[in-house]
């Protein structure tokens, strides 16, 4: 029987999913499991890093268990994943030290507050495309190392590890293969992005030894092989485990964004929006962050990006927390029901703001509001607050390239909102293009695979496999949108600085 398809495994930040495709981009089978979320303390964020491996085998079980593609079918596995999340483990027994320390968690904003205090914002700036604050591994790694006297122990002898999701991974399905690839060592605090190396000086200044960092590589390449064993899956062990790349750099490969200024927004959990710049990186000067986007062969090639924290996690939050709807398409339901949002503005920073404010300190909150605003003000003021952080950020992006944006591509679960999408558009001022197949982070990966062993044998393949299903064309009038723009700064100042101390 030949080997047509691809399986990618897509770790994601509230569930792990395995979803397989055909050489022709279709999904042939796709299976879903989530895992705990743990809130130690207000702002701190943690995920056992075994349920992240338990769920994720769940979920390849349970592709194969759907009878619609069998393991001797599968030509490459590829691995994307939530990023910056950092694990630290044992190298002898396998077993974690603490748990995985989420990119969402903000207990590293003090000890990054002293790295800025102590003038080390340039320097790492200028090596590593980022800027300096909690969201990355770096400080997270340093957290585990001073609170962990095992860790401490383990560094000391020689036997711990470090990795982020897709090294978790790939070390437990190969037996050992210890790598990351270029784009999620970007998001380390610790990678020389021009270079392609882990960074002596880096390291040195956050305390992080380098015999514990894995591997950096390209993002399709043959890392190992699925080891036997795992799963009883004996018609999947040999199988190669060809690509690795970030959630969203893995996104923008997947939305075809193979030319410099093609832009992708994914509505995930948070927003990520990247804009591909070629082989040259684009130092900002609004608080973007720019990186590897891939490696692929021996061209790499970068990005520059911003993110908004809570995206699609706001509406969970209306669902779970506040009660207000039963379900994600209710949201969309209640947002159709009204013209506006009566004046209320939703500024979802439960865990701050990120790109272009970097405000680790700022708190969620609606502002506006009248005894006129109903529930769904409040459902159409959360899908605008999404909507009026990716303008935040494509502002910003659009003064960094100099290039202005007349599409946005979309993708991940809350981009199947049609209200929401034209509400994007709307307040952009640029079309919005949704494709067919909105599993773009995972498909990005399975290209990555694929390619590593000829599946594919380029990106002109690839990029006739897209397809679009809708795109959203601006309606709203100039002067209605800058009224509503300056409204969102205003509650922006709001939110802005609410957990200082003092």
């Known amino acids: 029987m030949s080997r047509d398809y691809i399986l990618a495994l897509d770790q994601g930040t509230t569930s792990s999913r395995a979803i397989v495709f055909s050489r022709e981009g279709k999904i042939v089978a796709k299976s879903q499991r989530e895992f705990p979320q743990i809130y130690p303390q207000p702002g701190w964020v943690e995920h056992d890093p075994i349920e992240i491996l338990d769920s994720q085998l769940a979920a390849l079980r349970g592709v194969f268990a759907s009878g619609k593609v069998r393991p001797s079918q599968i030509a490459a596995i590829g691995v994307t994943n939530q990023r910056e999340t950092t694990v630290l483990w044992d190298k002898r027994t396998g077993q974690p030290v603490y748990n995985a320390i989420v990119w969402q968690c903000r207990r590293t904003a003090k000890m990054c507050e002293e790295l800025k205090s102590q003038g080390h914002e340039e320097l790492i700036r200028a090596k590593t495309g980022l800027l300096i604050d909690a969201y990355f591994s770096g400080t997270k790694i340093r957290w585990i190392l001073d609170n962990v006297p095992e860790a401490r122990r383990l560094s000391e002898s020689g036997n711990l590890l470090f990795g982020t999701i897709e090294t978790w991974l790939i070390w437990n399905l190969t037996g050992g293969e210890h790598v990351t690839d270029y784009s999620n060592a970007s998001r380390t605090m610790l990678f020389d992005v021009d270079k392609l190396r882990w960074d002596d000086e880096l390291c040195r200044l956050l305390g992080v030894p380098q015999s514990i960092l894995p591997k950096p590589v390209p993002s ?71 990186g590897v986007a891939w490696g692929l062969g021996d061209t790499v090639e970068y990005a520059i990006e911003g993110s908004a924290f809570n995206g699609g996690a706001t509406i969970q939050w209306l669902r779970d927390e506040l009660h207000l709807i039963a379900s994600a398409p209710e949201c969309d339901t209640l947002a159709e029901s009204v013209p506006d949002a009566n004046g209320a503005y939703c500024v979802p920073a439960f865990t701050g703001l990120g790109a272009p404010y970097w405000d680790m300190y700022a708190r969620g909150a609606i502002v506006g509001l009248t005894r006129g605003v109903n529930r769904a003000h409040i459902a159409r003021a959360v899908l605008e607050g999404i909507a009026f952080q990716v303008k935040d950020l494509l502002e910003a992006m659009q003064a960094d390239s100099g290039i202005p944006l007349r599409e946005l591509r979309v993708d991940g679960g809350a981009s199947v909102s049609n209200i929401m999408m034209q509400i994007q558009a709307d307040l952009l001022d640029c079309r919005v293009n949704r494709p067919t197949m909105v599993e773009t982070t995972a498909w990005g990966a399975a290209c990555m695979a694929g390619l590593a062993v000829g599946v594919w044998h380029n990106r002109e393949e690839l990029l006739k ?13 100039e002067p209605v949108r800058a009224v509503a723009y300056a409204g969102w700064k205003k509650a922006v100042g709001r939110a802005k600085g609410w957990a200082e101390q003092g």
């Open 220 to 290: 399709s390449k043959v890392y190992g092989t699925f080891k036997s064993g795992v799963l009883g899956l004996a018609d999947l062990a040999g199988v190669p485990i060809s690509g690795a790349i970030g959630d969203q750099p893995g996104a923008l490969f997947g939305q075809a964004c193979f030319q410099p200024g093609e832009a992708k927004n994914t509505y995930g959990t948070g927003c990520f929006l990247l804009m591909h710049t070629g082989t040259e990186r684009v130092q900002s000067r609004n608080q973007l962050l720019t």
């Open 465 to 477: 496999l897209r397809q679009v299903a809708r795109v959203f064309d601006p309606k709203m009038d």
